[in-house]
């Protein structure tokens, strides 16, 4: 909820509720004004724990600087933020619930929604069902795939994968050949769709050795901590597999979080938190 606004911004007042985000949106450089991407060249992932307008923190502890975390820092009680990083929301919406649309949720709908663009009656699989992966796997039903296959080394995600529309359920541990072998048994030949959502290189390696010839698509949202390079064959591409990269979901959160909100208070798309 905002408690205060800095000169200079007029599009929020002292009470308005927002959904603060990673990545923000300028609306007026060159990818905010282009329907091709949604990473803000002011505003875009930022990184270095500095507001953007002089480069310096507003947080302090005993004279010392406190710098932000991912344009953010939400894990505190108050904080400060680029007014291209909060989006104003209906004040109706509970905030406890859709602040998951700041990010993972809104990340995993956006991944099979607007990167993949699922097709009715595909095949998906999906690497780690966390909330991202449990995202990329409610979108996937809501477009009609006809097989979703979750792969998680924890068992106990299983039955709650299945509310949000994972029909097959793959412990890699509990196969003695490599998983991407067990998909394409499962899937004849290859899936049409597979997300990695650990955030293990590794594991994009596997996801496009997962899809199917000719069309298979492999979208990577994780983010890794160590060893970010992604090693693959050449003849991966060469048969005709896509993998693409996708940062939160291809949404503009500015322009886009807001109907996204909408459709979840009227129960016409989706569900955060339960099935």
């Known amino acids: 909820?905002?408690?205060?606004?800095?000169?200079?911004?007029?599009?929020?007042?002292?009470?308005?509720?927002?959904?603060?985000?990673?990545t923000g949106e300028c609306k007026t450089c060159k990818h905010c004004e282009s329907k091709k991407s949604n990473m803000c060249q002011v505003l875009g992932l930022e990184r270095r724990g500095v507001m953007h307008s002089d480069q310096g923190t507003r947080f302090s502890v005993k004279g010392k600087p406190v710098y932000h975390y991912c344009a953010v820092s939400s894990f505190s009680e108050y904080t400060v933020v680029h007014s291209g990083c909060a989006v104003k929301v209906s004040q109706q919406a509970p905030l406890e619930k859709i602040c998951l649309l700041s990010c993972g949720v809104a990340a995993g709908l956006g991944a099979a929604w607007n990167v993949a663009d699922i097709s009715?009656?595909?095949?998906?699989?999906?690497?780690?069902l966390g909330t991202v992966g449990l995202a990329v796997a409610q979108g996937a039903k809501l477009r009609g795939a006809s097989q979703i296959i979750g792969v998680d080394i924890n068992p106990e995600k299983y039955e709650k994968a299945k509310c949000f529309g994972v029909t097959d359920f793959l412990n890699p541990n509990e196969y003695n050949e490599p998983i991407q072998q067990v998909i394409k048994r499962i899937s004849g030949g290859g899936t049409d769709y597979s997300f990695e959502c650990?955030?293990?290189?590794?594991?994009?390696?596997?996801a496009l050795q997962s899809c199917c010839d000719g069309w298979g698509l492999t979208v990577t949202l994780g983010v890794p901590k160590t060893n970010p390079e992604i090693a693959s064959h050449y003849s991966a591409f060469l048969s005709g597999k896509t993998l693409?990269?996708?940062?939160?979901?291809?949404?503009?959160?500015?322009?886009?979080?807001?109907?996204?909100v909408n459709k979840y208070m009227n129960r016409v798309r989706f569900?955060?938190?339960?099935?």
């Open 1 to 22: 909820i905002v408690e205060s606004v800095g000169e200079g911004v007029t599009e929020f007042v002292k009470g308005d509720h927002v959904l603060t985000v990673f």
């Open 120 to 128: 009715k009656g595909s095949i998906v699989v999906i690497f780690g």
């Open 198 to 206: 650990i955030g293990n290189t590794g594991m994009v390696t596997t």
């Open 244 to 260: 693409k990269g996708s940062l939160f979901g291809g949404w503009k959160p500015k322009s886009d979080l807001p109907s996204l």
């Open 271 to 275: 569900s955060i938190t339960s099935c």
